[in-house]
């Protein structure tokens, strides 16, 4: 019916029918590696893997059916198979049927309640969940956009946003006085001044502070300097440089590395919940796009990961309706090729530092299908950061002021 030849060029197209099926293939594997073995260029050979990668949340729920039931299928709906002839026509293709490399499954919680505006003045919004937010210290901002990038086709396809699809959490890492009584005025003053600290360089969206009021700092449609240089990937899209795509929520607290209680006060923690829960109604924010400032920071220069580290552990993921996010593997790491070193085992604790392990597993894992060596690989995935990252990544990114660790 088809020479090994013919075989060999539609079968990726084969399996990314499959996928959009719902039809599960047998022996895939040699198949697409045989195929990924004849493409002589290692970026393109790269980007043909990750497009054809099992995406395990939906193939596991489907029963497996004979390769070649796949192929009539896929043939009766394709009528060109000359098109994979060349290359860059195969990763076009690819460019509808994205392939999300590797992480592990988060949690699946419940889609967020109905939150609405209660009352609004000059000074401060009430929302029906008991939210309340103090607009006296808002800046005002540029408009935000930025790109998000479709993980089948890594690099190309970008799709233009304006409405923030994330929150990354921070800590102020500022000077604390004791939570007593005895010390209101001394608490009073220093948030004070911590606040018109961080309205000037406009860091965050929004600042929780110690005694768990939220106040709005930049506009939700405006970016905040809160990121810096940084990367993350839900299911389907990857983020580069988050200061425009991600919202800023920072509490007023200290984080240190690798502990297991939370450091911040129990009120403060409410606060957070009240915000993530409007936040998340009114952008339609995903849960996975809710993540802590250590998980995002990248560092360019060395191309590590955690240049910041506040929230490298204990976030109360679950007392704000989250699924526990730090348990997905680094997307500086699989998809960007950054990596770590024992500074970070040191400095971000042992739950950050094993998930980096995996990730950095999952990189190799994929050099070897991809039958190059893991440095000559990590070496594609970095170049097609360093192109993401532009214009923002060859100048200053801003990002956390006030945190300088
Ligand atoms: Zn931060």
Same mark, same amino acid.
């Given at each position: #019916?088809?020479?090994?030849?013919?075989?060999?060029?539609?079968?990726?197209?084969?399996?990314?029918?499959?996928?959009?099926?719902?039809?599960?293939? $047998?022996?895939? $594997?040699?198949?697409?590696?045989?195929?990924?073995?004849?493409?002589?260029?290692?970026?393109?050979?790269?980007?043909?893997?990750?497009?054809?990668?099992?995406?395990?949340?939906?193939?596991?729920?489907?029963?497996?059916?004979?390769?070649?039931?796949?192929?009539?299928?896929?043939?009766?709906?394709? *009528?060109?198979?000359?098109?994979? =002839?060349? $290359?860059?026509?195969? #990763?076009?293709?690819?460019? /509808? /049927?994205?392939?999300?490399?590797?992480? +592990?499954?988060?949690?699946?919680?419940?889609?967020?309640?109905?939150?609405?505006?209660?009352? $609004?003045?000059?000074?401060?919004?009430?929302?029906?969940?008991?939210? =309340?937010?103090?607009?006296?210290?808002?800046?005002?901002?540029?408009?935000?956009?930025?790109?998000?990038?479709?993980? *089948?086709?890594?690099?190309?396809?970008?799709?233009? =946003?304006?409405?923030?699809?994330?929150?990354?959490?921070?800590?102020?890492?500022?000077?604390?006085?004791? &939570?007593?009584?005895?010390?209101?005025?001394?608490?009073?003053?220093? /948030?004070?001044?911590?606040?018109?600290?961080?309205?000037? +360089? +406009?860091?965050?969206?929004?600042?929780?502070?110690?005694?768990? =009021? !939220?106040?709005?700092?930049? %506009?939700?449609?405006?970016?905040?300097?809160?990121?810096?240089?940084?990367?993350?990937?839900?299911?389907?899209?990857?983020? !580069?440089?988050?200061? %425009?795509?991600?919202?800023?929520?920072? @509490?007023?607290?200290?984080?240190?590395?690798?502990?297991?209680?939370?450091?911040?006060?129990?009120?403060?923690?409410?606060?957070?919940?009240?915000?993530?829960? #409007?936040?998340?109604?009114?952008?339609?924010?995903?849960?996975?796009?809710?993540?802590?400032?250590?998980? !995002?920071?990248?560092?360019? %220069?060395? #191309?590590?990961?955690?240049?910041?580290?506040?929230?490298?552990?204990? &976030?109360?993921?679950?007392?704000?309706?989250?699924?526990?996010?730090?348990?997905?593997?680094?997307?500086?790491?699989?998809? @960007?090729?950054?990596? &770590? %070193?024992?500074? @970070?085992?040191?400095?971000?604790?042992?739950?950050?530092?094993?998930?980096?392990?995996?990730?950095?597993?999952?990189?190799?894992?994929?050099?070897?299908?991809?039958?190059?060596?893991?440095?000559?690989?990590?070496?594609?995935?970095?170049?097609?950061?360093?192109?993401?990252?532009?214009?923002?990544?060859? *100048?200053?990114?801003? /990002?956390?002021?006030?945190?300088?660790?």
């Amino acid at each position: #019916m088809f020479s090994p030849e013919d075989f060999s060029r539609i079968r990726p197209w084969v399996s990314w029918r499959a996928r959009q099926v719902g039809i599960r293939i $047998k022996g895939v $594997k040699p198949v697409v590696e045989w195929s990924a073995a004849r493409i002589s260029d290692p970026v393109w050979r790269l980007r043909y893997l990750q497009a054809v990668a099992p995406r395990p949340h939906a193939l596991s729920r489907v029963k497996p059916v004979p390769a070649i039931v796949v192929i009539l299928l896929s043939v009766v709906g394709c *009528g060109a198979i000359v098109a994979f =002839r060349h $290359k860059p026509v195969i #990763m076009r293709a690819f460019a /509808g /049927g994205p392939a999300a490399p590797a992480a +592990r499954p988060v949690e699946v919680r419940e889609a967020p309640r109905d939150v609405w505006l209660v009352e $609004k003045t000059a000074a401060f919004e009430s929302y029906s969940n008991g939210l =309340r937010i103090e607009n006296q210290y808002r800046a005002e901002g540029d408009n935000r956009s930025f790109m998000a990038y479709p993980l *089948g086709a890594l690099g190309s396809n970008a799709e233009p =946003r304006s409405v923030p699809v994330g929150i990354v959490y921070h800590t102020t890492e500022s000077l604390l006085a004791p &939570f007593e009584s005895s010390q209101n005025t001394v608490l009073k003053r220093v /948030g004070e001044s911590l606040l018109e600290y961080v309205r000037r +360089r +406009r860091c965050y969206h929004f600042l929780i502070d110690r005694f768990g =009021r !939220v106040f709005r700092i930049v %506009d939700e449609t405006s970016p905040a300097g809160h990121a810096g240089h940084s990367v993350w990937a839900d299911g389907e899209y990857a983020y !580069v440089n988050l200061n %425009d795509s991600f919202l800023g929520i920072s @509490f007023e607290a200290q984080t240190g590395a690798g502990e297991a209680a939370t450091a911040v006060e129990a009120h403060q923690v409410r606060a957070a919940a009240m915000l993530t829960e #409007m936040l998340r109604r009114r952008y339609g924010i995903e849960a996975a796009n809710c993540v802590t400032h250590a998980q !995002v920071s990248v560092n360019p %220069d060395n #191309m590590r990961i955690g240049y910041h580290l506040d929230w490298a552990s204990s &976030f109360p993921f679950d007392r704000l309706g989250l699924p526990d996010n730090y348990i997905v593997p680094s997307p500086a790491i699989r998809l @960007f090729g950054f990596s &770590f %070193d024992s500074d @970070f085992e040191q400095r971000a604790g042992p739950r950050m530092s094993g998930n980096a392990a995996v990730a950095e597993d999952q990189v190799v894992q994929q050099a070897g299908a991809a039958h190059l060596a893991p440095e000559l690989y990590r070496k594609s995935l970095r170049k097609l950061y360093r192109r993401l990252a532009q214009p923002a990544g060859t *100048g200053a990114v801003a /990002g956390d002021g006030v945190l300088a660790r």
